[in-house]
Protein backbone atom coordinates (compact mmCIF):
# COMPACT_ATOMS: atom_id res chain seq x y z
CA UNK A 1 0.00 0.00 0.00
CA UNK A 2 2.49 2.65 0.73
CA UNK A 3 4.13 1.92 -2.46
CA UNK A 4 0.55 2.71 -4.49
CA UNK A 5 0.77 6.42 -2.13
CA UNK A 6 4.08 6.41 -3.17
CA UNK A 7 3.13 5.95 -6.61
CA UNK A 8 -0.17 8.12 -6.28
CA UNK A 9 2.07 10.87 -4.89
CA UNK A 10 4.79 10.97 -7.76
CA UNK A 11 2.28 10.43 -10.43
CA UNK A 12 0.35 13.80 -9.20
CA UNK A 13 3.46 15.71 -9.05
CA UNK A 14 4.67 14.40 -12.32
CA UNK A 15 2.17 14.56 -14.41
CA UNK A 16 2.13 18.37 -14.28
CA UNK A 17 5.99 18.57 -15.07
CA UNK A 18 5.45 16.58 -17.88
CA UNK A 19 2.48 18.31 -18.99
CA UNK A 20 4.49 21.52 -18.82
CA UNK A 21 7.77 19.72 -21.09
CA UNK A 22 5.78 19.04 -23.73
CA UNK A 23 3.87 22.07 -23.74
CA UNK A 24 7.51 24.19 -23.43
CA UNK A 25 8.51 21.94 -26.65
CA UNK A 26 5.58 22.35 -28.86
CA UNK A 27 5.16 26.30 -28.23
CA UNK A 28 9.12 26.41 -29.05
CA UNK A 29 8.13 24.62 -32.15
CA UNK A 30 5.33 26.70 -32.92
CA UNK A 31 7.25 29.66 -31.92
CA UNK A 32 10.07 28.85 -34.43
CA UNK A 33 7.96 28.38 -37.22
CA UNK A 34 6.11 32.05 -36.58
CA UNK A 35 10.27 33.42 -36.36
CA UNK A 36 10.58 31.48 -39.76
CA UNK A 37 7.48 32.93 -41.56
CA UNK A 38 7.93 36.44 -40.17
CA UNK A 39 11.85 36.24 -41.59
CA UNK A 40 10.23 35.54 -44.91
CA UNK A 41 7.66 37.94 -45.09
CA UNK A 42 10.40 40.60 -44.49
CA UNK A 43 13.01 39.46 -46.59
CA UNK A 44 9.92 39.29 -49.73
CA UNK A 45 9.40 42.84 -48.42
CA UNK A 46 12.63 44.10 -48.58
CA UNK A 47 13.01 42.40 -51.77
CA UNK A 48 9.99 44.71 -53.59
CA UNK A 49 10.68 47.84 -51.23
CA UNK A 50 14.30 47.68 -52.79
CA UNK A 51 12.86 47.73 -56.26
CA UNK A 52 11.22 50.54 -55.08
CA UNK A 53 13.87 52.53 -54.14
CA UNK A 54 15.66 52.14 -57.61
CA UNK A 55 12.37 53.32 -59.23
CA UNK A 56 12.27 56.20 -57.33
CA UNK A 57 15.53 56.93 -57.42
CA UNK A 58 15.60 56.42 -61.04
CA UNK A 59 12.80 59.10 -61.39
CA UNK A 60 14.90 61.79 -59.04
CA UNK A 61 17.95 61.05 -61.44
CA UNK A 62 15.56 61.58 -64.65
CA UNK A 63 13.86 64.92 -62.47
CA UNK A 64 17.06 66.43 -62.16
CA UNK A 65 18.25 66.15 -65.33
CA UNK A 66 15.23 67.34 -67.03
CA UNK A 67 15.14 70.56 -64.63
CA UNK A 68 18.65 71.17 -63.74
CA UNK A 69 21.18 69.70 -66.01
CA UNK A 70 19.54 70.47 -69.72
CA UNK A 71 18.50 73.90 -68.83
CA UNK A 72 22.52 74.46 -67.68
CA UNK A 73 23.78 72.79 -71.04
CA UNK A 74 21.70 75.29 -73.02
CA UNK A 75 22.70 77.98 -70.64
CA UNK A 76 26.36 77.01 -70.98
CA UNK A 77 26.12 76.90 -74.85
CA UNK A 78 24.41 80.25 -75.20
CA UNK A 79 27.29 81.57 -73.13
CA UNK A 80 30.22 79.93 -74.92
CA UNK A 81 28.82 81.41 -78.15
CA UNK A 82 28.68 85.08 -76.79
CA UNK A 83 32.18 84.39 -75.55
CA UNK A 84 33.04 83.52 -78.72
CA UNK A 85 31.33 86.43 -79.95
CA UNK A 86 32.80 89.11 -77.73
CA UNK A 87 36.50 87.84 -78.07
CA UNK A 88 36.28 88.19 -81.91
CA UNK A 89 34.78 91.37 -81.36
CA UNK A 90 38.21 92.51 -79.36
CA UNK A 91 40.37 90.81 -81.37
CA UNK A 92 38.83 93.19 -84.58
CA UNK A 93 39.29 96.42 -82.48
CA UNK A 94 43.37 96.62 -83.18
CA UNK A 95 42.44 96.40 -86.88
CA UNK A 96 39.36 98.92 -86.61
CA UNK A 97 40.25 101.89 -89.18
CA UNK A 98 39.53 104.53 -86.74
CA UNK A 99 40.95 103.47 -83.30
CA UNK A 100 39.87 106.58 -81.66
CA UNK A 101 36.13 106.11 -82.15
CA UNK A 102 35.82 102.47 -82.62
CA UNK A 103 31.90 101.28 -82.24
CA UNK A 104 33.31 97.78 -80.84
CA UNK A 105 35.47 99.65 -78.36
CA UNK A 106 33.15 101.97 -77.29
CA UNK A 107 30.13 100.05 -76.70
CA UNK A 108 32.49 97.38 -74.15
CA UNK A 109 33.01 100.77 -72.17
CA UNK A 110 29.57 101.54 -72.39
CA UNK A 111 28.68 98.08 -71.17
CA UNK A 112 31.60 98.23 -68.58
CA UNK A 113 30.30 101.66 -67.18
CA UNK A 114 26.50 99.91 -66.75
CA UNK A 115 27.73 97.12 -65.21
CA UNK A 116 29.79 99.39 -62.55
CA UNK A 117 26.97 101.44 -62.35
CA UNK A 118 24.61 98.28 -61.44
CA UNK A 119 27.27 96.48 -58.89
CA UNK A 120 27.02 99.83 -57.24
CA UNK A 121 23.44 99.90 -56.83
Known sequence: M???????????????V???????VLMRRKYVAEVDKL??????ISKSNSGVNVDNTQKL?????TNVVTPLESEIKKLRLSN?????????????PTPDTCPVKAE??????????????
Not at 2 to 16: C, H, R, S
Not at 61 to 65: G, L, S, V
Open 61 to 65: IDMII
Open 108 to 121: IRRQETNSNKSEHE
Open 84 to 96: GRLTRAIDKIADC
Open 39 to 44: KAENDS
Open 2 to 16: DTEVLLAIIGAFAAP
Open 18 to 24: VGWIINV
